[in-house]
């Protein structure tokens, strides 16, 4: 096989007639240049170069040879400009999954702006739960995930924080607490409440927050969907943690210093995954898209 480097090499000798400015001009030593030049004669098994005095010339085999590797090294610089020209090129399949939360409230603005300034990618979405759209990132199934992140880490994953997504404690506007100014953890304890199935990141959150002083929250019902949290709350099923986004005049916040929860929203990707120019510009757009004034 023929290799590139004394292909490259051949030329710029044939060019210069010299092996000491074809040296200079590949920012080698001249010794680089002679041992790239046998090798090439070793491996094609035909002399070259003559060196007559100081002159270096083409043999008839390398003058029948010189047309030849000049088309190659063209061949190979097109090769180059078509891959840079695709590099630049944002297009193709972006797959992502995203939770049905941070995708109806985080991202309708981002996806129509993406599409309008990339019409040549095209976008797959799959809107799920948050923890599912992570296995699909850690599966190859999605290129990226737009979810509420763990508050753990991942070896092979690369997470990137978007946005900041402060729950709220809110309860029915009839419920005890619902006028006491004076609420504590222990207090808020005492009375049940409707949270995210246990598996999700939002419920791990909440309990961590509990577990710190040895408390545990009373759960009365379980579900993923925030609407249908919402709705619990309004009609006195319990207290309930939710994105301020979704608070309405149905419910009541209560604000308590103790109950600081928190989430990370944003990105998520394979780090053994070259991203796509895509995947790449979507990112950027999000990052700016968060750091955009309303």
Known sequence: MIDIAELLTFIKVAETASFSEAADKLFVTQPAISKRI??????????????????????????????????MAEDLEDIKRSMTLQMQDVSGELRISTSHHVGLHRLPESLKRFQLE??????????????????????????????????????????????????????SKDHPLAHNTNIS???????????????????????????????????????????????LVSIGWGWSLLPSTMVDDRLCVLNFPDLNVERKLGVLHHKQKTLSRAASAFIQLLKTDANTPL
């Open 118 to 171: 990339y019409p040549a990618a095209q976008l797959e979405i799959d809107f799920t739960q948050s923890e599912q759209a992570y296995q699909h990132v850690l599966k190859g199934q999605a290129e990226l995930a737009v979810i509420t992140l763990s508050n753990k880490t991942h070896e092979l994953l690369e997470t990137i924080p978007i946005w900041s997504d402060p729950l709220t404690c809110v309860v």
């Open 38 to 71: 046998a090798a090439l004669e070793s491996n094609l098994g035909v002399k070259l170069f003559d060196r007559i005095g100081r002159q270096v010339l083409l043999t008839e085999a390398g003058h029948n040879l010189l047309p030849k590797a000049r088309k």
């Open 185 to 231: 953890l222990i207090d808020l304890a005492q009375y049940p409440c409707v949270l995210p199935n246990k598996n999700t990141f939002t419920r791990q959150i909440a309990e961590q927050v509990f577990g710190k002083q040895d408390l545990k929250p009373q759960v009365r019902m379980n579900t993923n969907n925030l609407e249908t949290l919402a709705m």
